[in-house]
T-cell receptor, first 117, second 113 residues
Framework: AQSVTQLDSQVPVFEEAPVELRCNYSSSVSVYLFWYVQYPNQGLQLLLK??????LVKGINGFEAEFNKSQTSFHLRKPSVHISDTAEYFC???????????????FGQGTILTVHP | DSGVTQTPKHLITATGQRVTLRCSPR?????VYWYQQSLDQGLQFLIQYYNGEERAKGNILERFSAQQFPDLHSELNLSSLELGDSALYFCASSVGSGYEKLFFGSGTQLSVL
């Protein structure tokens, strides 16, 4: 079984500052990793995903994440945040183990990013 | 707009009752997933259907059941409701088996009083 730990439950930051949201995972097999964003009163929206290949993944809205297998991490970064980035961010993992549904995502507890003017 | 439609948006009911949540996936998507989001448990996978067949099961209680109909819409049935079942229930859909991208609906907020 796999698990995900988001190390910060809340991250406050000022507008135009850089931000990093931390995610660590645990799995005994190869993983696929995702970051989803949830805006207030909305469903989740995919920001980016790592399936294979380059460990630096670029997503929508200027976000990027780096897969670090040795540290079992998949931290999300943005060099300059906007007020509109205020939302809850979820890290998620699934595996390609035989018989596993790839849509059976295991989510972290979420990180609330609040961008202040 | 993700293209996934969930109804109703809000549902208030009493303990012991039964409710049905409905989900219409994006046009062309064959897989439907149900997730439960609560303050104490976070986001938890409940069940997946693919083209009418159950594909995977997660932490779904025996009091809960789901199905996917020939037109690909899905229903999640919750019975003998308890206070702890109060949560936001999300439906998601995808074209295939799922890992490439899930599209989430806006959820049904269930309050059990």
């Amino acid at each position: 079984a796999q698990s995900v730990t988001q190390l910060d439950s809340q991250v406050p930051v000022f507008e135009e500052a850089p931000v990093e949201l931390r995610c660590n995972y645990s799995s005994s097999v190869s993983v696929y990793l995702f970051w989803y964003v949830q805006y207030p009163n909305q469903g989740l929206q995919l920001l980016l995903k790592y399936l294979s290949g380059s460990t630096l993944v670029k997503g929508i809205n200027g976000f990027e994440a780096e897969f670090n297998k040795s540290q079992t991490s998949f931290h999300l970064r943005k060099p300059s945040v906007h007020i509109s980035d205020t939302a809850e961010y979820f890290c998620a993992v699934t595996t390609n183990a035989g018989g596993t549904s790839y849509g059976k995502l295991t989510f972290g507890q979420g990180t609330i990013l609040t961008v202040h003017p | 707009d993700s293209g996934v439609t969930q109804t109703p948006k809000h549902l208030i009911t009493a303990t012991g009752q039964r409710v049905t949540l409905r989900c219409s996936p994006r046009s062309g998507d064959l897989s439907v997933y149900w997730y439960q989001q609560s303050l104490d448990q976070g986001l938890q996978f409940l069940i997946q259907y693919y083209n009418g067949e159950e594909r995977a099961k997660g932490n779904i209680l025996e009091r809960f059941s789901a199905q996917q109909f020939p037109d690909l819409h899905s229903e999640l049935n919750l019975s003998s409701l308890e206070l702890g079942d109060s949560a936001l229930y999300f439906c998601a859909s995808s074209v295939g088996s799922g890992y490439e991208k899930l599209f989430f609906g806006s959820g049904t907020q269930l309050s059990v009083l």
